[in-house]
């Protein structure tokens, strides 16, 4: 039939996709480079300080020598963020510099530096001020803040002041809770109950002498 004819002819042939192309390898099965093939790089490996310290010993304390100068300040006694910031502005370093790659003569001035501290600050930033025996204002770190600690409380205690019965006691001493918190020694509960079942046989042992 001629209407068939025309609806054949008029049929669009099916479109072929071709097939994709695998790239080439070469002998042995490896594959061209980036760098063959005009791409990025590798980026070249880095190379680390040789003269880096793991370990370093920084007024009579071990700091990591992978941390930032400026955490591994805070690692001594004494000295907090604020002061390791005033230190590290004080002496111009880098504070995010590993501590590692400090020389030695670097962190001996940051040790120099430090131990003169309440020199080159404000009063309201060192944390010995008016020091009862000579009436100074220092800034201790380390084992010194350990021993002026200690000098105090034992002074507290000599004197028999509040704080000082406080410290001997094992209480709190800043006016903290004790009814609930801090509590040493037996429970409060288990007193209670003991005192009452003294009580109780102290009240029929007195019946029995009345009767």
């Given at each position: ?136 204002n220092r800034h201790y770190v380390s084992a010194e803040l350990d021993t002026a600690v200690r000098d105090d409380v034992n002074l507290m205690r000599m004197i028999r ?51």
């Amino acid at each position: 039939m001629p209407g068939k004819k025309e609806a054949e002819s008029t049929e669009a042939p099916p479109a072929t996709t071709p097939a994709p192309s695998t790239p080439k390898q070469k002998k042995g099965g490896e594959k061209k480079g980036k760098s063959e093939s005009g791409g990025a790089k590798p980026a070249p490996v880095k190379v680390e300080n040789p003269n880096f310290r793991h370990i370093v010993r920084f007024a009579n304390t071990d700091l990591s020598g992978q941390r930032p100068m400026l955490m591994a300040l805070s690692d001594v006694k004494g000295v907090g963020r604020r002061v390791a910031e005033t230190v590290a502005h004080l002496s111009g370093m880098d504070p995010r510099k590993r501590m590692g790659d400090y020389s030695e003569a670097e962190t001996e001035s940051l040790e120099e530096l430090l131990l003169a501290f309440n020199e080159k600050v404000p009063n309201w930033l060192i944390n010995h001020r008016l020091d009862r025996s000579n009436g100074d204002n220092r800034h201790y770190v380390s084992a010194e803040l350990d021993t002026a600690v200690r000098d105090d409380v034992n002074l507290m205690r000599m004197i028999r002041c509040y704080r000082g019965i406080r410290h001997e006691r094992g209480q709190k001493v800043r006016g903290q809770r004790t009814r609930s918190n801090g509590r040493t020694g037996m429970a409060a509960g288990v007193m209670k109950k003991s005192l009452q079942e003294a009580a109780k046989a102290a009240k029929s042992s007195d019946k029995e002498k009345k009767a």
